[in-house]
């Protein structure tokens, strides 16, 4: 067999697996947005607006193109996760070519394949390899939705298969634009995603291997130095140190030159761009190597620009703002995430350490590099002081438990903390960041996975399994015979029987086996598979209680050690050769039994990652913008992710309800969220806040105090001195507008200057401190019962009672409250957790997946429901995103906003049988069973309403047979919760909990309408066993 | 032109593709540029074809366009 023959063999193969993949994954994309971030993705492509950071610029320009190829702005989030299934299946195909290549030299040296055999075996593993990670869960997740990781992984696999087609080459004269275009790939991926950096280790290891003549273990040991100096250089060091000397130029061009914003910017890349073409011009060799490839990696980081462009342009979706080179460094260092330690750092129990200073102690602090802000309105950027870093008590190396918010979730985790002792630190480390947060996912790839309900340790959550009852048994400490329906039916349940990590542990082994060329190919795989794998778990440094599984993350790994199942084929083939069946049956035969491990794998993940026909996210957040009135261009306050996003992409990409405001409160402490919340949007005004920037400005109001008494003393001095008072402090101290102008904002427009004196003395005498009342800038709530004035002589009391303090949020909302002449209707968004924002509570009234906020209030405890506008809302206005076609996948996350549905679908029939309208409750009732049917959304709590109005309706068969089926779903949890060991109860108690309530309360209903005959013939058989 | 700049200018031809490339680049971020929304109206035009589709769409042709530069194995 001659290598040209080979090579078009290969390459025939390789592409007909592209096709394969291709196949698969556009058969299995989202036909619209998927939940999380990938609806901002989505925007950030089609309208080049501005995602959450790092930012993706690369990403936007590619996927901008795919959106190009919609025929309406409804497919464009088709096209955009056509654009991930394609790039996917790329990945795939450089997998399979990345297998071929190290079988071939594992078979046939460096040296021709010869044989048809040789050729049937590497073309066959490198088939089994591909094809498992193809069917993968976590890399299968990412194909077909419009996220970073796809592209991502597809870089990644794409500089490892050139570093492999330089080692092919590496003799020939050329060889060295295999490594420039490495750099430039390397350079173009940090405008996607920074993982693609972890695979440098590999690549050195593979130069090093074929460029030295004698590998050594020192020679190894330098190699790896080499590319972590690499590594290192990149991220801290070229990166930032470009743009900090963009920072010095724009400061010398706009502060002291006066020219206009980024003109600094500019300059500074010229005068960059003609150094570089000097030095190519007169460097020679080596020199000119690395120069070129340090060029061609800022060209690549160049496509920042776009970031920097777009942000200028203020579009809607404006996340940080980052429009000039210093909001871009703070952009690209996230700086809006909490940074976690890495070597040396606080534990979470550390308090700030304090230092005497005059008669006060005040917390030592570290001051950090001087940060600047772009002032539109003096056209400079001002120094608005250092970055300030709270020095600690208690540091300890390599912390692994850092985050005090999240103080309670360690000790929970760990069964108590004493330190952190080291030894805690590292048992931690080991048993949730490496075992639980990474280990877990790697064992659901290639072992088996639970079900899809995302764990924080429980026995029923989203554990690995092997698929053998005894040993999941004996894993998950409990009777896998007396597993209830919904675990066993549940389709995110796969299981491999542990037989594609069997297939891989022998690829390694075989691998291993094959002299020094086996050793050193093994060791670039493991660091490929470590660094994308282990290192980022100590990177990343995670703390309990993630919004959601993290299993996407680690891709990168999952694909190196499909590199493994690959090669896991030979092994098989050389066990099969000892029968003596003949060599080129033992190749077929090993090569289909191994794909059949694949085969397997498919069958499994088919069900689970098959988004086909699902409309969920977008019909979901079209249901959150319909909740409001078409009139009055209504703001929505907000506060998660998958009550944001999805809004928005209707709003910015399906241009629907654009005259809705959408507010999320998360973002409100920012003060780049609260400009743009200050200007229009599509066609929504801006928010009639009157804030001046100084209000929200950086540092400024961010929390203000509530100081309950206060409210006696302003009283008295009310009755002291009526007439001063009230002109210094408004006609009544408690009214919300007065608080915020006088108390908060410390308002000087219409005052004369020795009123605003007055003033600061007035409410210094208040607190008490009237010695220094010059000096002090008095921000607070001066009580905990205010109001604000609705029409003349109507109030509305607001009660902020039991908190502490009022965030920059909160007063957002206050100030629109106060402003509101009742012409912008004001909403909450249903998911949010109201108990942050207590003094709302009363005045909420349900309006669909809205709350209202009104002036009137309600003393009971249930919130109040527009039983009108609700029903218009379910019945007609919303759309359930296909879900009754019943063959739907709905994943967690798709039920869980499912149930949030069915909840207020349960309120409405609850409400609607209370007025006695028990036709409309029941068409209610039927809307429910015919747009989200239980197979797709199995029935819960909120299903009991239905339940009750089917017997209140006398629809007896139909009530019998839904309580019948909420019992044994009851008893079947109920009775496995039983098996539990005792140690792992307790972490299914709500679960317990849950089904215990169903029970009783289905049995209770059953009493109330005297079905004894089905209570003696469900009860006696199933409970008093 | 490229045979021009090949020929007269004697510089190599994976240059003469750069830079063409930079210029496409550049180009599509300037036509990228242009009125911006303010507190008193939203400005459209951000949304306009010429900034959100034919400038996006010459900016990744450039950086496309470097990968062959690179990869001109050029004649001897």
């Not at chain 1, 554990?463 to 009777?479: A, E, K, P, Q, S």
């Not at chain 1, 015979?481 to 075989?510: C, M, Q, S, T």
């Not at chain 2, 045979?3 to 180009?27: C, D, E, G, P, T």
Request: aromatic share 12%.
């Amino acid at each position: 067999m001659q290598q040209v023959r080979f090579k078009f063999v290969d390459r025939i193969v390789g592409w007909l697996v592209f096709a394969i993949a291709a196949t698969v994954y556009c058969l299995t994309v989202e036909p619209t947005a998927s939940l999380w971030d990938c609806s901002e993705f989505i925007i950030s492509a089609y309208k080049l607006e501005i995602g959450h950071p790092p930012g993706a610029p690369f990403f936007m320009l590619t996927a901008n193109l795919f959106s190009q190829f919609a025929s309406d702005p409804s497919q464009v989030a088709y096209m955009v996760n056509i654009m991930s299934a394609l790039l996917s299946a790329a990945c795939i195909m450089l997998l399979f070519w990345t297998v071929s290549h190290l079988m071939r030299r594992l078979v046939c040296g460096y040296g021709r394949v010869e044989r048809v055999q040789d050729l049937l075996l590497i073309e066959g593993s490198a088939m089994v390899g591909a094809f498992a990670c193809m069917f993968s869960d976590s890399f299968w997740y990412s194909a077909v939705e419009a996220e970073v990781y796809a592209y991502s992984s597809f870089l990644t696999a794409l500089v490892f298969w050139l570093i492999l087609k330089w080692e092919d080459e590496a003799d020939s004269p050329d060889s060295n634009r295999w490594i420039l275009l490495i750099s430039y790939l390397i350079g173009l991926s940090i405008g996607v995603h920074l993982l693609n950096l972890l695979c440098i280790p590999a690549m050195v290891l593979v130069y090093y291997f074929r460029k030295t003549k004698k590998t050594t273990m020192w020679g190894v040991c330098k190699a790896l130095l080499v590319s972590f100096i690499l590594l290192g250089g990149i991220l801290y060091g070229l990166i930032p140190g470009v743009l900090w000397l963009a920072g010095r130029a724009e400061l010398l061009a706009v502060n002291l030159l006066g020219l206009p914003f980024n003109s600094g910017l500019v300059g500074f890349i010229l005068l960059l761009s003609i150094l570089i073409v000097w030095g190519l011009w007169r460097l020679r060799g080596t020199g000119r190597l690395v120069l070129s490839c340090v060029t061609l990696i800022l060209v690549g980081f160049s496509c920042y620009g776009v970031i920097l462009v777009r942000s200028s342009a203020n579009p809607p979706m404006d996340e940080n703002s980052p429009e000039d080179v210093f909001a871009l460094k703070r952009y690209l260092n996230r700086e809006q995430y909490e940074d976690s330690p890495l070597f040396y750092g606080p534990t979470y129990k550390a308090k700030p350490e304090y230092e005497r200073k005059g008669d006060f102690m005040v917390a030592k602090r570290k001051e950090g590099e001087t940060v600047y802000r772009k002032s539109e309105k003096t056209g400079r950027y001002m120094d608005v002081g250092k970055k300030i870093e709270y020095v600690y008590d208690q540091n300890m190396l390599f912390p692994r438990m850092h985050s005090s918010r999240h103080a309670r979730a360690y000790e929970q985790w760990m069964g108590g903390v004493k330190g952190p002792t080291m030894k805690e630190n590292i048992d931690f480390f080991v048993s949730y960041q490496l075992y639980y947060m990474y280990i877990r996912y790697f064992l659901w790839n290639f072992v088996g996975r639970q079900n899809d309900i995302p764990g924080n340790g429980e026995t029923e959550h989203g554990n690995w399994i092997t698929g053998i009852d005894v040993i999941d048994g004996l894993l998950l400490g409990c009777d896998m015979n007396k597993l209830p329906a919904d675990l066993k039916e549940n389709k995110g349940r796969n299981v491999y029987y542990a037989l594609p990590l069997l297939l891989g542990l022998l690829g390694i082994f075989w691998q291993r086996k094959k002299g020094e060329l086996g050793r050193n190919q093994s060791l670039i795989t493991f660091w490929l598979f470590f660094m994308t794998g282990v290192a980022i778990v100590l990177y990343l440094n995670q703390t309990p209680l993630q919004a959601r599984e993290r299993d996407y993350s680690y891709a990168g790994s999952f694909y190196a050690f499909c590199i493994w199942i690959g090669l896991g084929t030979g092994a098989v083939v050389s066990v099969l050769r000892r029968l003596k069946v003949g060599e080129r049956t033992s190749v077929a035969a090993g090569i289909l039994l191994c794909l059949l491990v694949p085969i397997q794998m498919g069958c499994q993940t088919w069900d689970d990652h098959d988004r086909s026909g699902r409309y969920t996210c977008r019909d979901f957040g079209q249901n959150y913008l319909e909740s409001a009135p078409k009139e009055g261009k209504p703001i929505i306050f907000c506060n998660g992710d998958n009550d944001t996003f999805p809004l928005w992409y209707m709003q910015e990409v399906e241009g629907k309800r654009t005259d809705a405001r959408v507010c999320n409160l998360s973002y409100a402490s920012a003060d780049w969220y609260i400009d743009q919340m200050l200007r229009p949007a599509n066609d929504s005004p801006a928010l009639p806040l009157g804030w001046d920037t100084e209000d929200y400005s950086y540092g400024n109001n961010d929390a203000v105090r509530i100081e309950p008494e206060l409210y006696d003393r302003v009283l008295a001095l009310y009755r002291q001195e009526p007439h001063t008072l009230k002109r210094i402090l408004g006609e009544n101290p408690f009214d919300m507008a007065n608080i915020l102008r006088h108390w908060v904002f410390n308002r000087t427009d219409g005052m004369s200057e020795e009123d605003v004196r007055l003033r600061q003395y007035v409410k210094a005498l208040a607190c008490g401190r009237e010695d220094e009342w010059e000096t002090l800038d008095i921000r607070c709530v001066p009580t905990d019962t205010a109001f604000v004035m609705q029409k003349p002589g109507e109030k509305m009391p607001l009660s902020f009672v039991g908190m502490d303090m009022l965030l920059k949020s909160d007063l957002l909302i206050l100030q629109l409250l106060v402003n509101d002449d009742e012409t912008r209707p004001l909403y909450l968004t249903t998911s949010m957790n109201i108990d942050e924002r207590p003094y709302l509570k009363p005045h909420l009234v349900l309006e669909g997946l809205l709350f209202r906020i009104v002036p009137s209030y309600t003393k009971e405890t249930e919130t109040r429901v527009n039983v009108e506008r609700l029903y218009e809302n379910i019945m007609e206005n919303f759309s359930y995103g296909g879900l009754s076609a019943g063959n739907v996948y709905a994943d967690y996350d798709v039920r869980k906003m499912a149930y949030g549905h069915q909840h207020k679908m349960a309120t409405l029939i609850d409400s609607l049988l209370e007025q006695g309208d028990n036709e409309r409750a029941m068409a209610v009732v039927r809307k429910w069973q015919q747009e989200m049917p239980p197979q797709v959304v199995p029935y819960d709590a909120a299903a009991l309403s239905m339940l009750r109005c089917l017997y209140h309706t006398e629809h007896y068969t139909e009530a019998d047979t839904l309580a019948r089926d909420m019992l044994s779903r009851s008893f079947g949890w109920l009775g496995w919760t039983e098996t539990l060991r005792a140690e792992r109860r307790r972490g299914s108690a709500f679960t317990e909990y849950q089904w215990r309530c169903i029970m009783e309360k289905t049995i209770s209903i059953l009493y109330n309408y005297d079905r004894k005959e089905l209570l003696s013939a469900v009860l006696p058989e199933k409970v008093l066993k | 032109m490229f045979m021009i700049m090949k020929n007269i200018l004697k510089i190599h031809i994976h240059y003469v593709v750069s830079f063409f490339a930079a210029v496409l680049v550049l180009l599509g971020l300037l036509l990228m540029m242009g009125e911006a929304s303010n507190n008193e109206v939203f400005c459209s035009d951000i949304l306009s074809a010429r900034r959100i589709v034919l400038a996006p769409i010459l900016c990744l042709a450039g950086y496309l366009l470097l990968i062959p530069a690179i990869m001109w194995r050029g004649s001897k």
